[in-house]
């Protein structure tokens, strides 16, 4: 792994033996050997006194000291989506720690905030020439540098996943520092002086989905993604005691209450919010007091003015205030109906206090950020920005200046995953028509490419050529048994999808479909990979939407012939999608629309391979019904670009449509195909299948809008491409 910066001046005024020019970081241990130098160097002028009461830090690399966060200007603090931030605790330091998705961690000095706040006072004022000229500057600074490139102290690989916590704590005698816990398992302190981590607590069984810490640094309580509380003490390295049951679904968050440093809050996905004293935590906890919300529960703060309030957020779409009353309950005292706009699936819906505890801050999907009153309830202001499209979903404020970052978390714009690394890809199904040219794709661009498949409806010639590549391995396997591989990501293709072969055998078509999606998921929650399930535009079944988009939901007959093949897929997506809400697996789902192209077999029972077959054969061209029947058709080369694109995305977990919005009638297709094969063939009709929709074409917009994705290949160029791969390859004529 590397990860490369450029070093401005010469470097041994920084850092002896180093020279200038790109220096790659290479990971060694968790942490990069040259990064920890470089953090080394830098966080040293933090100073190793008592406590978190550390000097104002001196950057000690020029290009730290361009770093700035303002009320409007946004900047690029991570490599990937941004998990958790912490500002140092100390009013007169800007220094913002940012843990991300795939567990790196960044550390951004904010130069200048005084100036920061007054170049935003200045775009307010229009008819100050001063402000305007000021503003513009930072802007450039602020915005365009930071996203040209990535500039920050970073740490690649510090955690192997997601970094779901993040807290500056300590004090005299046990070490002050920056405190992470991630979903590998591992609690870590950063130690600022020694410039290095030291791993506190570590268990590959638990998967840590939230944390805090006393502001001492001596106790850590930790939630896990099954419910279960993790005490530790931190002055000690330890398993830490385990609590189990302390909700019956994955903790979201864990809050030390600023005015008693016993009692900490919890919210969780089921639905609850609780408050324990951590003096009687044992192995069956029982809380001290609770609440609940109608739907899950995705964050619970106690207010920084040591009053006990809770404000908390829910995907019922409310913000609550929260008060203790008596020993037991727990009150809401304000219930704030706040229309979010992101949706469950989108982002987490989380609220912070301000310094003072007089306000709410609340991320929103139209907004940048939305400032509540805490007494009333109202609307107070709001954050706006027009750098800022993205969701806030991490709203952060500064100790002492009531500085409001917004740290996007969903990007419209989305660019794929940066590529450090070769990728070990599963592709299951990867034998067969689409599964061949994904492989072919993957082997090509560098990743270490597995295909697996039991030869059910694939051929062993469609990935022959790749057979003595390095980076290609074939493994005959069902998906209906588990399968045991280390993999990165998973594209999950097998399942027969020709009506010939799922009518042939329906329930292996449904065992598949199910069991094998249940088994691939399971693969993937062991890997922590990214899941990618290729679903189908038979979901949408005989449609009464046209064209159709993916928030449709379909007209599926579910006792019906294709149903073993429409149904499972449905299946599948529900299926991805509850292991996505449950247990937080990174999933991807796209419906692909009618495809063609070479390696397509000739006998499978679909329009464009029977109407090709039948040209070629000299056979009259078969048309089922009048023919008025409308389909779409994508060439196959844009299919796997579609499902690489989107399995690439960090954002949007889909679904997507992938195929081509050109329609065609079955008698204009079959026009095409005599002008482009067999001029000759003559067309016939015939009496109509059972279920056979009568039009089918997709909308592409969402997949277009977001990731830039639209096909190339129009179907009066891509007939000839598979004509000429069948007129080459004897075998598909018979």
């Not at 609590?243 to 089921?270: Q, R, Y």
């Not at 106690?302 to 779409?317: E, I, M, Q, W, Y």
């Not at 329930?507 to 693969?523: A, C, D, R, Y």
Request: aromatic content about 6%; hydrophobic content about 35%.
């Amino acid at each position: 792994m590397t990860f490369s910066v450029q070093i401005k001046d010469p470097a041994d005024k920084y850092l002896p033996g180093l020279s200038p020019g790109d220096l790659a970081m290479q990971e060694i241990d968790g942490l990069a050997a040259t990064d920890a130098a470089y953090i080394s160097a830098w966080s040293s002028r933090l100073g190793t006194g008592p406590g978190v009461g550390m000097e104002k830090p001196e950057p000690s690399l020029p290009w730290l000291a361009s770093l700035q966060l303002d009320a409007v200007d946004v900047a690029k603090v991570t490599r990937s989506a941004t998990t958790h931030l912490a500002f140092h605790p100390t009013s007169e330091t800007l220094l913002l720690a940012a843990g991300d998705k795939e567990g790196n961690l960044s550390l951004w000095y904010c130069a200048e905030a005084a100036q920061a706040l007054d170049r935003a006072s200045s775009r307010g004022d229009a008819g100050s020439s001063e402000g305007e000229g000021g503003s513009s500057e930072a802007a450039t600074s602020g915005t365009a540098e930071s996203e040209a490139e990535f500039d920050g102290l970073v740490s690649l690989g510090y955690h192997r996943q997601y970094i779901s916590g993040l807290r500056w704590a300590g004090g005299p005698g046990h070490g002050a520092g920056l405190f992470s816990a991630s979903y590998d398992g591992s609690l870590r302190r950063f130690d600022p002086g020694a410039g290095a981590a030291i791993l506190l607590t570590s268990s590959e069984d638990l998967g840590l989905s939230a944390m805090d810490i006393t502001l001492d640094g001596r106790t850590a309580v930790l939630g896990t993604n099954r419910g279960d509380l993790l005490v530790v003490d931190c002055r000690a390295k330890g398993p830490g005691a385990l609590s189990e049951d302390g909700h019956a679904k994955k903790i979201n968050t864990v809050h030390f209450d600023p005015g008693d440093e016993h009692v900490f809050a919890t919210s969780s996905t089921d639905t609850c919010v609780r408050v324990w004293d951590v003096r009687r935590l044992g192995p069956t906890p029982k809380p001290v007091a609770e609440g609940a919300h109608r739907s899950s529960c995705q964050a619970a703060h106690f207010a920084p003015d040591g009053s006990h309030r809770l404000v908390s957020t829910s995907f019922d779409n409310t913000v609550g205030v929260w008060e203790r009353r008596g020993k037991k309950e727990l009150a809401c005292t304000l219930s704030i109906r706040h229309d979010n706009d992101t949706g469950r699936w989108v982002t987490p819906f989380r609220a912070v206090w301000s310094p003072s505890g007089d306000a709410i801050l609340v991320g929103n999907m139209r907004r940048a950020v939305d400032i509540i009153d805490a007494s009333t309830g109202q609307l107070s202001t709001q954050l706006r920005s027009e750098d800022m499209t993205a969701i806030p979903s991490r709203n952060l404020v500064h100790p002492s200046v009531e500085l409001s970052n917004g740290i996007p978390d969903d990007r419209p714009a989305v660019k794929a995953k940066p590529r450090v690394e070769t990728n070990r890809v599963l592709v299951t199904g990867g034998a067969g028509f689409v599964g061949s040219h994904l492989c072919d794709y993957l082997v090509a661009r560098g990743d270490h490419v597995i295909c697996v498949d039991n030869f059910f409806t694939g051929s062993k010639d469609n990935i022959a050529h790749l057979l003595d590549k390095p980076n290609f391995e074939l493994l005959r396997h069902d998906v209906v048994e588990r399968l045991l591989l280390e993999v990165d990501q998973i594209y999950h293709l097998a399942c027969p999808a020709s009506p010939v072969h799922y009518k042939y055998n329906p329930i292996k078509t449904l065992k598949t479909s199910f069991i094998g999606t249940l088994n691939m998921l399971g693969l993937a929650k062991r890997c922590r990979a990214r899941f990618l399930i290729t679903s189908t535009s038979e979901v949408y079944g005989d449609p009464l939407e046209h064209p159709q988009t993916e928030a449709y939901w379909g007209n599926v007959n579910p006792i019906g012939e294709r149903s073993c093949y429409d149904e499972g897929k449905r299946a599948a997506e529900t299926l991805t999608m509850d292991y996505h809400r449950e247990h937080n697996l990174e999933v991807r789902i796209v419906r692909i629309f009618n495809t063609y192209g070479p390696r397509m077999a000739l006998d499978d029972g679909r329009v464009v391979s029977n109407f090709v077959a039948q040209a070629l054969k000299n056979e009259p061209l078969t048309l089922y019904g009048d023919g008025q029947q409308t389909r779409s058709f994508q060439y196959v080369e844009d299919l796997v670009r579609g499902m690489v694109t989107v399995m690439d995305n960090d954002e949007h977990k889909g679904p997507f449509n992938v195929g081509n919005p050109g329609e065609f009638t079955m008698v204009e297709l079959a026009e095409m195909v005599k002008e482009v094969i067999n001029p000759k063939a003559e067309i016939v009709f015939v009496e109509n299948t059972a279920d056979d929709p009568a039009r089918r074409r997709p909308d592409i917009s969402k997949i277009t809008s977001l990731l830039g994705w639209s096909p190339k290949v129009p179907l009066r160029e891509g007939l000839p491409r598979m004509v000429e791969d069948f007129k080459r390859i004897p075998r598909h004529v018979h």
